[in-house]
């Protein structure tokens, strides 16, 4: 009898395949390290392809308060270039999104093993012919490596438990867990994964899915394609006269070495989130607050927007190392299934990552039920994003690019069609939207 998959990491990515696998009757364990709804770095734009994925799941962005987001701005100092964005777009709290997507999958049925970081994941095989029995312990291999056991970054779980992440310790299984735990063996046998969580929690499984985002395993990290890339992020109540300025819109402030996204969420709010090579970071003072002063300087527009803002974080989020452009497809390993930004990391300005990430879980569970291996799911998930990927990593260049950014601006200012192109062909094709669903805006 097969295993049901564990599941490392229950963001966008992890939530849609425990979802889809737990529709289909399986008992998925997710096992996630925060203990509680997270911020994450992301601009919190949601495309259409997103929104109609996520209502495929079950999850409807609009009954959560997101906002409408109907155009799309390029500014480059004081040039502006507006079009209206070619499809329903929204803006939504990643807190609120993967909550949401959290809840409902263990309303479906998956468990959540919240508050628990993995920080080994290894494959059994037989012990050599000449081991004295079957019971004799089982050898770890290494995947790609020389390496014994493959193991991941510590990380501190987050403050605060709300429902959605009750917490499942050992000894204390809920009714549905405890129907997954009778089912399962005591012990790996060969050829299956055993992950270890800080506190040395084992769990067995044939197939993981590798869901971790951003977050790599130390031994299994994704090869960094674009080492410098940093990504921050804060929240702000604008003044009344920004807020009416940014409007329904999301706007792409262009600056030397970097973009910086700004759009509304829900409860009136708006997300700032910038992308920056680390170079252009440190020659900007190296800090937020150095930051935010240098893009002032450079746009009157962003200034006007930041105008009598209110920071609504303690601090901003940051990440570093984000490898745009990566793609899992040589990475397959038997049983393994890498999802969401472990599959595959789009340049942000296309505000694409979640639904790849919703797509790629789902499609993963798909996969897995059809009795398909990890390496033909690498390989079709690769030919789907293969055009998007490309003409995002051109743009990203581009917009990244401080001696072509005028043009850019210049153009799409002449040629508005050309940013709801790139809206357009940035993007994966677009589920239809669940009979009796809005299609979102
Ligand atoms: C600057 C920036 C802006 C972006 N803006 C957008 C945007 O506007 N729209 C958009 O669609 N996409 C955007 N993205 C991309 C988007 O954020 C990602 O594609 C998306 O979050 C991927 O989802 P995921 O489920 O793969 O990973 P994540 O959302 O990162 O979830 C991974 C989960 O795994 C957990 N985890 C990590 N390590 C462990 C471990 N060892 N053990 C247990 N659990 C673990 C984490 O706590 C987390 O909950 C942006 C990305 C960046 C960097």
Redesign the pocket.
Known sequence: MRRDPLI???????TAAAITLARAGCCPIM????SGPTD???????SID?IRRAQALGVDPASLGAAPIRYVRLIHRERVAQAALPFPAMGLSRRGF?AALLRHAQSVGAILRGG???RQLAREVAPPAAAPSANAALARVPLATSRLATT?PA?APVAGAPEAFAVLRAGRLDPAAATCQANAPPAAAPGQWTARTADQTAFSADTVFL?????DLRDLPRPRTDRGAV?MKMYFALAPDAARMLGDAIELTLFPGGYA?MQPVENGQAVL?I?IQRQALLRHGGTWATLLVRIQQHSRRFSALLAGARALLARPLA?AG?PYGYRSDALAAPGLFR????AAVIP?LT???????LHSGASAAEAWLAGADSTAYHRALARTLRRQMRLAGLLHHACMTGSVQAAITQAAALFPALLHQAANRTRLASPQAPSGQPTGA
């Open positions: 490392i990491g229950a963001g966008p990515a992890g096992i996630e390290r925060a994450k770095v992301c601009g919190d734009f949601l997103a993967d628990q970081t993995v991941f990380t869901a971790t985002g951003k977050h990504g996204g989130c992308a990440i984000v999802l969401g930004d472990q942000s505000g694409d990552g979640m639904a790849i990430a």
